[in-house]
RNA sequence: GGGCGGAUGGCGAAAUUGGUAGACGCGCUAGUCUUAGGAACUAGUGGGGCGACUCAUGGAGGUUCAAGUCCUCUUCCGCCCACCA
């Protein structure tokens, strides 16, 4: 029987049968054996999976398997983030169910992902859009209500126009919507938050403890968090009992502060705008106003400087006409308004100090403002403002700075901080870049946020009794003004919970965000319907010893994980601080240089590589291509690699293996039978230090060399044919996880006794087959590679040298020249100077 | 503009972390054989040279007995973030 397509259909089919039958993937609590929680993000249910998803579960089911060959306890569950825009989007388009829809993309979506052999305990699977899950959703966001953590705030926020709703902060890319693309307009909407911030400090500290993160990913998100210790320097406005809150991070330059400049929305604006400036005030806010905040933000962007459609383009500002006290030396100086100052962040108020700071100083240059170097370059200390061509941004010694002279800048910051505290100038504040989380979203597919409306009682929760409030079926959605569920007037009206007045509820979902917040909480007790998870499974399971997934999500999805558990924690229900001690951020699939994508219209359906070569064939090419977190270049011809590779395995198993079992040690054979074994546990060893490093890559080629080895080894007796037949058991325990059908086969014609191979011990290797007495060690003169010789392990240093000087071809170079260096490497390399 | 990664044959990539550059695979070339298949097997495959040799890890310097690996400068590419004060 070969490796055919036919019989690859057969053996695979047959094996995920039997995996399925048998649980063979069931995981239960066993206080006995170590857990190994290993969880990939879950994919929003489309229908069909793509490249992306094979590499991403791969790589997971790999691990898992690893791990379970191991003796861990593995818990390696599936589901679906089930709700959001495209079931509603197909909904409007098509005027199909967007559940039923949902539900039939989960089918199809299942059943590939069962043809591609995965490891997963489908006893757990959820589906965030079923009642049984959302329902706990309201009940998480009743908690975080009742300890004040959600809260509604009228603001402007971000809105698509062309989806017809808001978007958070993090939800807008470049100006634009993350994920139609259209330009973001703001609107002033009541909405529904939820104050991450109070876990700005805890989340930020607790990066640090992620040692297993990759690095950037912890850099991304320290930088969203964005903490800035800085000083809020008060201006008195001139003329005046107003004064201006100025916050800087750079309190060592407020001796060169030679304006302030306000946003134009700023309360202050209209106390100092003088009479004569007003028409050109008004009309500057006026035309700020009108801009996006994308518009806003490009004004400066030195990339779009060539941009024609932005008026206000370059920094633009105006003169109010008033004036501040700088409070360290009293000087009077001109307050301006201008589009780059926002008033979201910070006190909407800046100092400017356009010697040592670029935006400042194009602005300067551009409206003829003062300047004055107050740091200067103890290099070349005599800087002078005429000569400069952009601001001076170095490090260096203050000047002009009363009696902070000649202090480092950087020591000065807080020298300076603390002086403007004692004398009640300023105050030391710290300040952060992370906003709180918008999760309403005027759309139908999505978890109801449990409120209600009453015109005696107000903001009134719904009683945990009475959830979930389920999303109501069957409704006319049209893409048209808001929230669908508004329309819905059974859904609306009810009953006041506190009162029982006819009372409203609350007709905007929750951002799909918060679903996959917790829902690897939920897996480690899914089936049970009486609480949010269970304290004893969660208590077993987390954290996730290894969560796996796309870059892309490095800020938002794991920020908000954190925040969720963190919050967990709080409320007693976990005990860990963190969800995910490692992560792996898989790298993308390309084709042709370009990200697959069904927008470039290059993707390549994993299905006609399944019925073409079959999962295993797929699932070795897409391990062996690239290390995990590269990027991965797809090509066909790669599957014929990995499918030729599977094969002759198959065939060496059919015609060669004769299932002798002989006791022996490598001290009991010679030649190429003792050669052979000390590959297999070279390839052992290699092979499981790949697998416990990710290096799935080099793992394929480990096991691609001792094939090789096994092909040209012919064995000339029963104990040699031991040897042959040993290697090929090691073979296929090896690769059991990456080609899990082909290999179940194999080991059950081998006479495995297990049920499955992957209850099959983890084969291990014996250090001492390694040694060999005789090392090949490398002769280079001058650092040139000119000769090879075998060295006996035991040889001290001068009896190599004596060895490398009888070498014919060292003896020709070295001949009559002084040997300046003899260097030697044991067991490696000698270099000989001449 | 900021941050983080990259750059090695025709292609995907290895390189014990400073020690034989190109493992392994794809592709290509030549050959063998057959039950003509998606064959399989054998040999070869970075450039130059008949050769001994020599030149090669984006580019230019440097440190070292020894550099793909460390340092300085530089070019290009990718990703993430961005008037964040």
């Known amino acids: 029987m070969s490796y055919n397509t036919n019989e690859i259909q057969r053996i695979e089919e047959k094996w995920q049968k039997f995996w399925d039958e048998k649980k063979i993937f069931k995981s239960e609590m066993d206080a006995a054996k170590e857990k190994y929680y290993v969880l990939e993000m879950f994919p929003y249910p489309s229908g069909k999976i793509h490249m992306g998803h094979v590499r991403n579960y791969t790589i997971a089911d790999v691990i898992a398997r690893f791990r379970m060959m191991q003796g861990y306890n593995v818990l390696h569950p599936m589901g ?181 400049v306000l946003a134009p929305e700023h309360p202050l604006v209209d106390k100092f705008t003088t009479s004569a400036n007003k028409a050109a005030v008004e009309a500057f806010k006026k035309q700020v106003a009108a801009l996006s905040k994308s518009e806003r933000v490009s004004g400066t962007d030195a990339s779009s400087e060539s941009r024609h459609d932005a008026p206000l383009a370059g920094a633009s500002g105006v003169f109010t006409g008033g004036y501040a006290i700088n409070p360290v030396n009293n000087e009077i100086i001109p307050i301006w308004l201008a589009d780059y100052v926002l008033m979201e962040y910070g006190t909407g108020a800046i100092m400017a100090v356009p010697t040592h700071d670029q935006r400042d100083f194009e602005f300067a240059n551009k409206h003829q ?43 000065a910051m807080r020298a300076i901080g603390e002086w403007m505290e004692k004398t009640n100038i300023g105050k030391t504040t710290i300040h952060w870049r ?93 089936q049970d319907t009486s609480q949010v998870f269970d304290k004893k499974g969660a208590k077993y399971w987390m954290a996730v010893d290894q969560y796996i997934g796309g870059i892309e999500h490095a800020i938002l999805h794991l920020l908000y994980s954190r925040f969720f558990t963190k919050f967990f924690k709080d409320i007693g229900l976990v005990s860990v601080d963190e969800p995910f001690v490692r992560l792996l951020t898989q790298g993308m699939v390309l084709k042709d240089g370009e990200v697959m994508s069904k927008s470039r219209g290059n993707t390549v359906d994993p299905d006609t590589i399944i019925v073409k070569y079959g999962a295993d064939p797929l699932r070795v090419c897409i391990l062996f291509a ?70 799935f890559n080099t793992g394929v080629s480990a096991m691609m060399i001792l094939i090789n080895a096994i092909e040209k080894f012919a064995p000339k007796d029963e104990i040699e044919q031991a040897v042959f037949d040993q290697t090929l058991r090691s073979f296929v325990l090896l690769l059991a996880p990456y080609a899990p059908h082909l290999c179940e086969e194999l080991w059950q014609k081998m006479g495995g006794t297990e049920a499955s191979i992957i209850k099959a011990k983890w084969p291990q290797y014996d250090e001492s087959a390694l040694k060999r007495s005789v090392v090949e060690v490398v002769v280079q003169i001058n650092g040139k590679l000119r000769s090879k010789i075998d060295v006996p392990i035991e040889f001290t240093s001068d009896q190599v040298r004596d060895l490398a000087m009888q070498n014919e071809i060292v003896h020709k170079w070295v001949e009559g020249k002084p040997i300046r260096k003899f260097i030697y490497v044991p067991e490696k390399l000698i270099n000989i100077v001449i």
Not at 485 to 496: G, I, P, R, S, T
Not at 662 to 686: C, F, M, P, Q
Request: charged share 30%.
């Open 80 to 260: 679906y983030d089930a709700f959001g825009q495209p079931a509603e989007n197909a909904a409007i388009k098509r005027g199909v169910d967007p559940a039923e829809w949902t539900y039939g993309c989960i089918d199809e979506m299942t059943h590939e992902l069962k043809r591609m052999g995965f490891s997963y305990d489908w006893d757990r699977g959820l589906s965030t859009c079923d009642a049984e899950y959302y329902k706990w959703n309201q009940w998480i966001f009743l908690k975080m209500y009742e300890k004040g953590l959600a809260y509604k705030k009228e603001s402007p926020v971000n809105w698509c126009p062309s989806c017809d709703t808001t978007l958070a902060n993090e939800e807008v890319i470049n100006g634009a919507c993350w994920r139609c693309k259209s330009e973001v307009k703001q609107k002033d909407l009541s909405q529904w938050y939820l104050k991450i911030t109070d876990y700005s400090e805890r989340l930020l500290e607790d990066l640090d403890t992620l040692k297993h993160w990759p690095e950037r990913v912890v850099t991304m998100q320290k930088n969203w968090i964005g903490k800035s210790f800085g000083v809020e320097i008060f201006f008195k406005v001139k003329d005046s009992n107003e004064v201006i809150k100025v916050f800087t991070t750079r309190p060592d330059t407020i001796f060169g502060a030679t304006y302030v």
């Open 369 to 411: 403002l003062p300047m004055r170097i107050v740091i200067q370059d103890p290099a070349r200390p005599d800087l002078k403002v005429e000569q400069m061509d952009a601001a001076y941004v170095e490090e260096g010694k203050l000047v002009n700075s009363a009696q902070f002279n000649g202090i480092n800048n950087v020591e």
């Open 434 to 526: 992370l906003r709180d989380w918008l999760i309403s979203r005027q759309r139908y597919w999505g978890t109801p946020i449990p409120m209600i409306y009453c015109d005696c009682c107000g903001v009134v929760p719904v009683p945990e009794k009475d959830l979930p409030v389920a999303l109501p079926e069957k409704i006319k959605i049209t893409g048209q003004g808001g929230s669908p569920l508004a329309y819905c007037q059974d859904f609306v009206n009810v009953k006041c919970p506190k009162c029982g007045k006819p009372a409203r509820r609350e007709t905007d979902t929750m951002a799909t965000f918060f679903d996959s917040s917790w829902y690897y909480l939920r897996y480690c007790s899914a």
């Open 626 to 695: 690239a290390p995990p977190e590269d990027q991965l270049e797809w090509s066909d011809g790669a599957v014929d690699g990995s499918w030729k590779f599977l094969n002759r395995l198959d065939r060496l198993v059919e015609d060669k293996f004769k299932g002798v079992k002989v006791n022996y040690t490598i001290k009991d054979l010679s030649g190429a039978a003792e050669e052979l074994e000390r590959e297999r546990h070279a390839t052992i060893k290699k092979v499981t230090s790949d697998l416990e490093t990710y290096k």
